[in-house]
């Protein structure tokens, strides 16, 4: 999940990822509460809210730009790029 981000190339990852564990988490969730292990859900919870949070923060609040789109470099793969 970090990786993307840190290096700026394909940040979205970063949200993809985010989005995968939040699913992966209420998977779990709920195959904890159908087992009746309630004793595993609050570190269920406590991994969905990092995840979700992270999800929001990096789609919403403040994503982080690419390389090619911060630098307002060549963009020649994209067919949606302003700077073309």
Do not use: Y
Not at 28 to 45: D, K, M, Q, V, W
């Amino acid at each position: 999940m970090l990786l993307p981000a840190l290096i700026r190339i394909q940040p979205r990852l970063t949200v993809l990822a985010a989005l995968g564990c939040v699913l992966l988490q209420i998977a779990a969730t709920i195959f904890h509460l159908s087992r009746g292990e309630a004793s595993a859900l609050p570190l269920n919870i406590i991994l969905l809210a990092l995840s979700a949070f992270i999800l929001w923060g990096r789609a919403k609040k403040d994503p982080i730009p690419s390389r090619a789109s911060a630098s307002g470099g060549n963009c020649e793969l994209s067919d949606c790029c302003p700077h073309r």
